[in-house]
């Protein structure tokens, strides 16, 4: 047996070993599964690869790598499925998007290898003897572009779920990743040989045999060290964008193509191949660089210590951790978004936030990197431990290291946030205080390098603990002013509700004593239908105006004249004896808006005039355009408004001056209004009238 040959088949041992490791050794599941395949596959199609360097005649010799390269694009189209399924909270998304490509994956080649008859492979020279060239045919060149292709997909995939991943899930399924692609690195290498020479070369057999036992050896690192492959990061649908894959791949053939070039016109193309293959161990080592945690970690630090420049630019920092809470909605958002950025900044796989209950007897974990909603509550801290963390840094509120300290509160706070590294540098409590009130606490741990804190870096996590410590405040703030406001609104409603129905209850009590005494009067019974009548629609009426502060305006915008709509509404309103009512409606543009809802908004400001106008008064109602604005203006003469109650009062529901009124009628106006793309403008003076302005867009569009 020959050299080629055992190592072809130790690698393929070693996938088949590695393959029963992850199927019988892990929590089933379908990334385990493919992977459990795909390394199957893997030894099947290298064991080939092994026989036909073994083989006799360079026609077996075709046929063996004809079926390998087969096997290959199975086994691709399974690490292309996988590779959308590991460790992805989403993966079924992904499944779904991509099922096209996956399929054909699976389908093209097979059906090709089936049309073609696995004549991948010309044999030039002597067909009994191995030395014979093997030379790729058409069908076998875009056969090999394909699996390069997919094998760059591949890598794609793997490259986006690993940028997703923060903290001890990166830890996690880095040497996987990093395995499968130094594997499927090193195979678009050989295919890429092949592809510029259009020939199969047995060396490359023996390169991709070792690249396959090397993968084995870091996959099972990564197995033995975390044993798991759950699905928790989320990667967006975006793939191509900033793919660092494509543009290594595009760096390497760029200059592996240009490179050839010269050698062919310079005529020194002996040693190209070794030279290809340096290129591509350097474009490797630089992904690698550019992936590690470690390395990039050990780069900032040289650099910040040999050229004198601080270890974090704070003004930077600062700015990117307070515009990245500013959009947070909620407590479990902001700590969330906090964690990831903490961890970013100070390179730490372990970062958890810890929120004090409504009771204030417990803590309660509200976002982890490392820990899952079951370690964690089964971490949380009993109340006594739990007074003894509270009751620790309601007094001390600057961030400390409890890894050695045998105090009870540090012990409490061992429990709540466990070491993942034996040498992961000391754990640190950062308490999240605003003034004398303790909101909870940001634990720290299992940092890149097991590199402690330095006195600066305590000083920033303090800045930190505190900006966190004011959004959540606020963010708590905001919410009860929230309920407040709904709560008054609440309260304001029932009231008013309550009023009529009292009102209504009462007339029809009275109506119902009555009844009995006379009922046999024709008139008395007709008084009260009518005045049951009357109390079903005012109840309706109430309902209906009630109704407004919960549905959505749905508008219907046609073009319209503006004048026809404010005459239609002015000629609805019952005439006022002793009102002078004047109207100058000038022509004007038609103007898109909704005819109906507009008619409410003039109909709303003409009652108010009238109302507020005594006997003798004026009203007067204008139509213009102004700067690309069509403008109603409805003056009176009446009472007024002062400027507190029209800054803080007037366009808010339950706000009136009227003894009748629910206060509804202007906060819909300025609702209608604003959904036409306009304002209202107001002017008034205590009895001296009030003026109002309802602009909308000549030109826009409302929606």
């Known amino acids: 047996m020959d050299f080629p040959l055992i190592v072809a088949l130790s690698a393929a041992g070693c996938a088949i070993f590695v393959a029963c490791v992850a199927l019988w050794g892990t929590p089933r599941s379908t990334p385990a ?41 199975v086994v691709t189209g399974i690490w292309l499925l996988f590779s959308l399924t590991y460790a992805r909270g989403n993966y079924r998304e992904f499944v779904g998007r991509w099922k096209w490509v996956w399929i054909a994956a699976f389908a093209a080649p097979l059906l090709l290898a089936a049309v073609v008859r696995n004549e991948f492979i010309t044999v030039v020279g002597s067909p009994l003897t191995f030395s014979a060239a093997l030379r790729l045919n058409t069908t076998g060149t875009f056969f090999q572009l394909a699996l390069l292709l997919a094998s760059l997909l591949i890598l794609t995939n793997l490259e986006h779920t690993f940028r997703a991943a923060i903290g001890t899930i990166r830890w996690r399924i880095k040497y996987v990743i990093i ?10 290498y050989t295919i890429c040989q092949a592809l510029l020479y259009r020939a199969v070369d047995p060396f490359f057999t023996t390169v991709n045999a070792l690249s396959l036992g090397l993968s084995c050896l870091l996959v099972l690192r990564s197995l033995l060290r975390s044993g798991q492959w759950a699905a928790v990061t989320y990667p967006t649908k975006t793939v191509f964008l900033n793919s660092l894959t494509f543009l290594l791949a595009g760096s390497y053939l760029l200059i592996v193509g240009v490179v050839a070039k010269l050698m062919v016109w310079v005529g020194n193309a002996t040693s190209f ?35 004198q420049k ?83 840094f309601q007094t001390r509120q600057e961030p400390v290291t409890f890894e050695r300290d045998k105090l009870p509160w540090a012990e409490a706070l061992r429990k709540c946030h466990p070491a993942q ?31 402690n804190f330095s006195f600066q870096e305590f000083d920033l996590l303090h800045c930190v603990g505190d900006q966190m410590a004011a959004s959540l405040l606020n963010s708590r703030l905001s919410q009860r002013l929230l309920q407040n406001k709904e709560m008054e609104a609440f309260q304001a409603m029932s009231t008013f509700f309550v009023h009529d129905l009292k009102n209504l209850a009462s ?16 008139e008395f019974r007709a008084d009260a239908l009518r005045g049951i009548g009357k109390t079903c629609d005012h109840i309706n009426h109430l309902i209906s105006r009630l109704s407004l502060l919960r549905k959505s305006l749905q508008l219907q915008p046609l073009e319209t004249d503006l004048n026809k709509v404010v005459a239609s509404a002015l000629a609805n309103c019952p005439p006022t004896p002793g009102v002078e009512l004047k109207q100058h409606l000038p022509s004007l543009p038609k103007v898109m808006l909704d005819a109906e809802q507009i008619d409410k908004v003039i109909t709303n400001l003409a009652l108010n005039a009238i109302e ?12 213009g355009q102004n700067n690309g ?37 202007m906060f819909q106006s300025k609702m209608i209004v604003e959904a036409h793309g306009g304002r209202i403008e107001v002017e008034s003076k205590r009895g001296k009238g009030s003026t109002f302005r309802v602009l909308l867009p000549l030109q826009k569009t409302a929606t």
């Open 310 to 392: 601080p270890l974090y630019d704070y003004r930077a920092v600062w700015r990117s951790f307070t515009e990245g809470l500013a959009s947070q909605m909620n407590e479990e958002q902001l700590c969330d978004a906090s964690i990831k950025l903490v961890a970013r900044i100070f390179e730490l796989l372990s970062v958890s936030v810890w929120l004090i209950d409504e009771r204030k007897e417990n803590l309660v974990c509200v976002a982890s990197t490392s820990l899952s909603k079951t370690v964690a509550m089964d971490s949380q801290p009993s109340r006594d431990d739990a007074a003894q963390i509270i009751g620790q």
């Open 179 to 188: 395995g499968l692609g130094f594997m499927l690195g090193v195979r678009a």
């Open 612 to 623: 507020a106008v005594p006997l003798g008064g004026c009203i007067s109602v204008q139509t």
């Open 629 to 665: 604005w069509a403008v109603v203006t409805v003056s009176d003469t009446g009472c007024g408004m002062d400027a507190e109650f029209m800054s803080q009062s007037l366009f808010r529901p339950f706000q009136t001056t009227k003894k009748k009124g629910l206060g509804i009628g």
């Open 33 to 73: 599964t493919l992977f459990a395949a795909g390394m199957l596959g893997c030894g099947i199609a290298t064991a080939i690869e092994g026989m036909a360097q073994s083989s006799n005649s360079a026609v077996q010799a075709a046929q063996y790598y004809s079926w390998s390269m087969v096997s290959w694009s």
């Open 273 to 307: 191949q070794v030279k290809a293959l340096i290129i591509l161990l350097a474009v490797s080592l630089a992904a690698v660089v550019a992936v590690s945690d470690r390395v990039r970690l050990h780069i900032r630090r040289w650099i910040s210590h040999y050229l």
């Open 507 to 522: 007339t029809l009590n009275l109506m119902l004593k009555n009844l009995p005494v006379h009922f046999d009067n024709p």
């Open 421 to 451: 590294f034996p040498k992961g540098g000391d754990r640190v409590c950062v308490p999240l205080a605003a003034g004398d009130s303790l909101l909870g606490v940001m634990l720290l741990g299992d940092r890149v390098a097991g590199l």
